[in-house]
């Protein structure tokens, strides 16, 4: 089992910025991927962007340029930089992990973390 922790959300005025921070405990070695999802209230949960234990990463087209993931290795640890925040990036964000391939939807799920950017 992968337990998954989220921080970071939160409210901002459209053009700023926030870091969302999962940290990973459990049978880690079993990651292969891990990613962020987002779902906002009467729409399915998308992929938002994705990084491999390769460094390897996937946007959605609407983040491109503006959102970041990285990972600390030693940490266990996946953020995402989102930077020119705009309203329709609010949504719950979800962490995501497992041993499937670089924008597959991975086994465990954190608990949600909410952005809500104002215009």
């Known amino acids: 089992q992968v337990q998954l922790v989220e921080s970071g959300g939160g409210l901002v005025q459209a053009g700023g910025s926030l870091r969302l921070s999962c940290s990973a405990s459990?049978?880690?070695?079993?990651?292969?991927?891990m990613g962020w999802y987002r779902q906002a209230p009467g729409k399915e949960r998308e992929l938002v962007a994705a990084?491999?234990?390769?460094?390897?990463?996937i946007y959605a087209n609407s983040v491109k340029g503006r959102f970041t993931i990285s990972k600390d290795n030693d940490k266990n640890t996946v953020f995402l930089e989102m930077n020119s925040l705009k309203p329709e990036d609010t949504a719950v964000y979800f962490c995501?992990?497992?041993?499937?391939?670089?924008?597959?939807?991975?086994?465990?799920w954190g608990q949600g973390t909410q952005v809500t950017v104002s215009s």
């Open positions: 459990g049978s880690i070695f079993s990651i292969n991927a």
């Open positions: 995501n992990a497992g041993r499937q391939g670089l924008g597959a939807r991975g086994r465990y």
């Open positions: 990084i491999t234990s390769g460094g390897s990463t």
